[in-house]
């Protein structure tokens, strides 16, 4: 198959999964079982101000929330039935941003079902479950638009809103099954909403003697999306510049970022997309071609490389077209100087 014909395809394939997302809806009969597995969290500092989340059922009596929620608080409550229940001890993995909770008396709360982040691909429907402002519960249905590789797992990107107390809350597959945590979303920008990997749950559930009781986190722990500029990860910095179109600096990223990491596909694929929007399509071929030969399934280089040499054909075919009517200049002007002088018009 022709690049062309592959980037034709898959183009087909993208809208008609965009178009398929973009109805789907939640089939509440299978999804209401689901989402009793969400809880509110509430967690009080010592000043007695109050952070509001979300935490999700991972193991008989274990909540799953993001550490970000917590991190200030001097006692942690869940919020469930109308009832708070007091969190006995968490367990903190701060630079993943993932906080176990230890509540027994919650042991019958039903446990979400889970699967890998690495079964998704781009475009795949998924919905964000929380609790949104720390009101009620809601689900924002969307989809996948990109998954970083991290620390042994791949942090989602996805179209699906969700915004403060919903922080700790469940990125679902339209089957009901637990993918991700929402984490961190980039303000003011669609599409730059970010879950951890349900992965990574496992490793925090491994060991049952370090669960320590409730209280603030090490000022200095920070997870790995709030750290300072030069020590994100790149793919942070590349989608704060690719919210704000600038492009130039984006391609400059992408160089350093495919230095730092030779074997990341996506770093040659931002290279590529941010040369394409220049309309350097010289450039951006190379790029898109190594982003496939170290991801051949990474399905929308695909198509932005059939995009990209379209392009190129259509300026090669514009700058042949003008390289003729510049070797025919100076006939036509001859041309015109002999009518000037018979008269003819």
């Given at each position: ?124 429907p998924v919905a964000a479950a929380g ?90 722990a920070q997870p790995f999306w709030s ?119």
């Amino acid at each position: 198959m022709t690049i062309a014909r592959a980037a034709l395809r898959l183009l087909l394939l993208t809208l008609a999964s965009l178009a398929t997302a973009a109805a789907e809806e939640l089939d509440r009969a299978r999804f209401n079982p689901i989402l009793a597995s969400i809880v509110k969290v509430e967690a009080v500092t010592e000043a007695g101000s109050y952070s509001l989340g979300s935490a999700v059922a991972v193991a008989p009596g274990r909540f799953v929330t993001s550490c970000h929620v917590t991190a200030k608080a001097e006692s942690v409550a869940l919020l469930y039935q109308g009832l708070r229940w007091p969190v006995r001890g968490q367990r903190a993995n701060t630079g993943r941003d993932l906080c176990l909770l230890d509540v027994p008396r919650l042991a019958s709360v039903a446990v979400a079902p889970r699967s890998s982040a690495r079964d998704l691909e781009v475009g795949d429907p998924v919905a964000a479950a929380g609790y949104t402002f720390g009101t009620g519960l809601s689900t924002q249905v969307g989809t996948i638009r990109a998954l970083h590789p991290i620390d042994g797992g791949l942090v989602l990107q996805s179209a699906t809103y969700f915004n403060s107390g919903a922080s700790g809350g469940g990125l679902f597959t339209m089957d009901g099954r637990l993918v991700g945590i929402l984490t961190f979303r980039l303000k003011g920008a669609e599409a730059y909403y970010f879950s951890i990997p349900a992965d990574w749950i496992d490793s925090a559930l491994a060991g049952d003697d370090d669960y320590r009781p409730i209280a603030p986190l090490p000022a200095d722990a920070q997870p790995f999306w709030s750290q300072p500029v030069d020590r994100l990860p790149y793919f942070m910095r590349a989608a704060v510049l690719e919210a704000r179109r600038q492009w130039a600096d984006l391609a400059q990223l992408a160089q350093t970022w495919a230095a730092a990491e030779p074997g990341n596909a996506e770093s040659w694929f931002v290279g590529g997309d941010a040369l394409s929007q220049m309309d350097r399509y010289a450039d951006a071929v190379p790029s898109f071609r190594k982003a496939l030969e170290l991801n051949p399934r990474l399905a929308v280089a695909w198509l932005k490389l059939g995009i990209a040499e379209r392009k190129l054909r259509h300026f090669d075919e514009v700058q042949d077209i003008a390289r003729r009517l510049d070797a025919l200049a100076p006939e036509l002007a001859a041309e015109l100087r002999a009518g000037d002088r018979d008269g003819t018009p």
